[in-house]
C-alpha cells in the first residue's frame, strides 16, 4: 500500500511562496505520475497540476506561471512551487498518485492546509 504524506503547508500572505513536498516512505514515486487537488471551504475539489513519471508537467490554467512542480528522485518526493499567491488559493491541498495523468487517482495523502490571508 502506497501512503502518501505532504508537508509543507501553512499561512502566507499574499503574494508570497510556498513549496509544498509529497513523499512516501516504502516506495520509489518515480513510476507513478503525481497529481496535485485543492478544495476550499465549501467549493468542490480540483486539479491543480500534474507531473508524468517522464518529468512533463500538466498545470491548470488557475496556476500556470505560478505554480511548478519537479521531481526529486534522489529523495522520494515531489514538490509543488507555489509562487505569487493569491487567497484564492486557500485549501487543503492533497497529491495523489497513479498510473498516469488524467488516469485513475489511485492513491492519497491526509491532505495539507494552505492558507494565503493578509
Known amino acids: 500500500q502506497l501512503r502518501l504524506v505532504e508537508s509543507g503547508g501553512g499561512l502566507v500572505q499574499p503574494g508570497g511562496s510556498l513549496r509544498l513536498s509529497c513523499t512516501a516512505s516504502e516506495y520509489p514515486l518515480n513510476y507513478y505520475a503525481i497529481t496535485w487537488f485543492r478544495q476550499a471551504p465549501g467549493k468542490e475539489r480540483e486539479r491543480v497540476s500534474c507531473i508524468s513519471s517522464d518529468g512533463s508537467t500538466w498545470p491548470e490554467d488557475s496556476v500556470e506561471g505560478r505554480f511548478t512542480l519537479a521531481r526529486d528522485n534522489a529523495k522520494n518526493t515531489i514538490d509543488l512551487q507555489m509562487n505569487s499567491l493569491k487567497p484564492e488559493d486557500t485549501g487543503v491541498y492533497y497529491c495523489?498518485?497513479?498510473?498516469?495523468?488524467?488516469?485513475?487517482?489511485?492513491?492519497w495523502g491526509q491532505g495539507i492546509q494552505v492558507t494565503v490571508s493578509s
Open positions: 495523489t498518485a497513479g498510473l498516469g495523468c488524467g488516469l485513475a487517482y489511485d492513491y
